[in-house]
C-alpha cells in the first residue's frame, strides 16, 4: 500500500482559486507518474491532469487545461494542482493517484494507488 494523503480543498467562489497537495511518504516517490482525477457522485471518476517522475512531461484534460497546472516537488514528496479561475461544474472530490508505470496515464486504470479524496466546492 503506498499512501496519499490529499489536502487543500474547501469552500471557494466562482472565479476563485484552490491549491491542492497531496502528500506521500513511505516510497520512491521520484519513480512514480502522479495523476489527479475528480469524481461527482453518480458520475465515473474524471481525469484532470498527470506528470511524469521527474515533471518532464505533463498532461490534461481539455475542459482544465487553461485553468489547471500540476506540479511536483520530489524533494517533498508531494504533487500539488493549482486551479484557478473555478466555476460551479469543477465541484467534486479531488483524488490524487500514483502509477507505477510511464506513460500519458490518463485513464484510471492506469493508475496503482489512490488517496482518499479532498472536497472542492464551488458556490457563490
Known amino acids: 500500500q503506498v499512501p496519499l494523503v490529499e489536502s487543500g480543498g474547501g469552500l471557494v467562489q466562482p472565479g476563485g482559486s484552490l491549491r491542492l497537495s497531496c502528500a506521500a511518504s513511505g516510497w520512491m516517490f521520484d519513480l512514480f507518474c502522479m495523476g489527479w482525477f475528480r469524481q461527482v457522485p453518480g458520475k465515473e471518476r474524471q481525469f484532470l491532469a498527470s506528470i511524469s517522475a521527474r515533471s518532464s512531461n505533463k498532461y490534461y484534460a481539455e475542459l482544465v487545461k487553461d485553468r489547471f497546472t500540476i506540479s511536483r516537488d520530489n524533494a517533498k514528496n508531494t504533487v500539488y494542482l493549482q486551479m484557478n479561475s473555478l466555476k460551479p461544474e469543477d465541484t467534486a472530490d479531488y483524488y490524487c493517484?500514483?502509477?507505477?508505470?510511464?506513460?500519458?496515464?490518463?485513464?484510471?486504470?492506469?493508475?496503482?494507488?489512490w488517496g482518499q479524496g479532498t472536497q472542492v466546492t464551488v458556490v457563490s
Open positions: 493517484a500514483a502509477a507505477t508505470t510511464a506513460g500519458d496515464r490518463t485513464k484510471e486504470s492506469d493508475y496503482d494507488y
